[in-house]
């Protein structure tokens, strides 16, 4: 019964324990995000096949930036070069290239 408790005891704190989150540095991200550039940063510009406008990045949230880079990571989202871009990034990676991204100026 003792050990019992020490067990509930343990759990509790891991479940306590704060979840250790990468925090994003935008000047690592400026670097990281050279690329993503390439696309994103240009004033309106529309992709070659399939034509369709690609969206402008800066001033995003970076909660956003990271959900949809770890979607085009793992497949959730679909588009190939998307995938082929974030499928390499780390965590850190994705954390930094948001960083820089949120402070980026936005598009109109």
């Not at 989202?77 to 850190?92: V, Y």
Request: charged letters at 15%; hydrophobic letters at 45%; aromatic letters at 6%.
């Amino acid at each position: 019964m003792k050990s019992a408790r020490w067990g509930l005891v343990a759990l509790a704190a891991l479940l306590a324990a704060p979840t250790a989150i990468a925090q994003g540095n935008a000047e690592a991200g400026r670097v990281k995000a050279n690329t993503c550039m390439g696309c994103h940063g240009i004033p309106k510009y529309n992709n070659a096949y399939p034509t369709y406008r690609v969206p402008k990045l800066g001033g995003q949230p970076t909660a956003y930036i990271e959900a949809a880079l770890k979607a085009y990571s793992n497949g959730e989202r679909p588009h190939s070069t998307m995938h082929a871009q974030a499928a390499s990034l780390t965590e850190q990676d994705i954390a930094d290239i948001a960083a820089f991204l949120a402070t980026a100026p936005a598009h109109k």
